[in-house]
T-cell receptor, first 112, second 110 residues
Framework: GENVEQHPSTLSVQEGDSAVIKCTYS??????FPWYKQELGKGPQLIID?????GEKKDQRIAVTLNKTAKHFSLHITETQPEDSAVYFC???????????FGKGTMLLVSP | DAGVIQSPRHEVTEMGQEVTLRCKPI?????LFWYRQTMMRGLELLIY????????DSGMPEDRFSAKMPNASFSTLKIQPSEPRDSAVYFC????????FGPGTRLTVT
């Protein structure tokens, strides 16, 4: 089955800096890669996703890149703000819409 | 849309008691998932349904756990009898394409 590894497990940045979280996956058939943000006491919230037919996707301050050959994808947050502090999860699956395999999560702390 | 709705939000019970967690998926979604989240094991998929039919329950830890989906707008996860190691946050999620999570139920078994 699919295996997703996520790094780093914790990340501390200063407000305004950029943050990058990286994930690798094992199943070359995977073609859907969402990212979730989980704030304390809340459920994971889908913030951006990418499908294997594109290499990059942007939404305001966040972007995701995908390298199918190397089987890795990354989340980039620019101009970080304290409200970006949360746990971020990457995930992967084949043909979407069914079961996701999640990474272990990255705790991002943005200091004012 | 109100999103995925879960109840109760918090549940404290004694070991041996029956616990029932409830979920209302987003209208129009045909997949429903139950997850368990702990610090040690992260997010674990317990079971998922497609069009109200259980597809894969291989993540259900023991026979003490059972899940039902009697119709497209309601699902339950039941633990009987509960044990302290069942303490966790339980999430329900639904999808048509992207998967959306509910707020979770924090279960504490003493």
């Amino acid at each position: 089955g699919e295996n997703v590894e996520q790094h780093p497990s914790t990340l501390s940045v200063q407000e305004g800096d950029s943050a990058v979280i990286k994930c690798t996956y094992s199943d070359s058939a995977s073609n859907y890669f969402p990212w979730y943000k989980q704030e304390l006491g809340k459920g994971p919230q889908l913030i951006i996703d990418i499908r294997s037919n594109v290499g990059e996707k942007k939404d305001q301050r966040i972007a995701v890149t995908l390298n199918k050959t190397a089987k890795h994808f990354s989340l980039h947050i620019t101009e970080t703000q304290p409200e970006d502090s949360a746990v971020y999860f990457c995930a992967a699956c084949y043909s979407g819409y069914s079961t996701l395999t999640f990474g272990k999560g990255t705790m991002l702390l943005v200091s004012p | 849309d109100a999103g995925v709705i879960q109840s109760p939000r918090h549940e404290v019970t004694e070991m041996g008691q029956e616990v029932t967690l409830r979920c209302k998926p987003i209208s129009g979604h045909d997949y429903l998932f139950w997850y368990r989240q702990t610090m040690m094991r992260g997010l674990e998929l317990l079971i998922y349904f497609n069009n109200n039919v259980p597809i894969d329950d291989s993540g259900m830890p023991e026979d003490r756990f059972s899940a039902k989906m009697p119709n497209a707008s309601f699902s339950t996860l039941k633990i009987q009898p509960s044990e302290p190691r069942d303490s966790a946050v339980y999430f329900c999620a639904s999808s048509r394409y992207e998967q959306y999570f509910g707020p979770g139920t924090r279960l504490t078994v003493t």
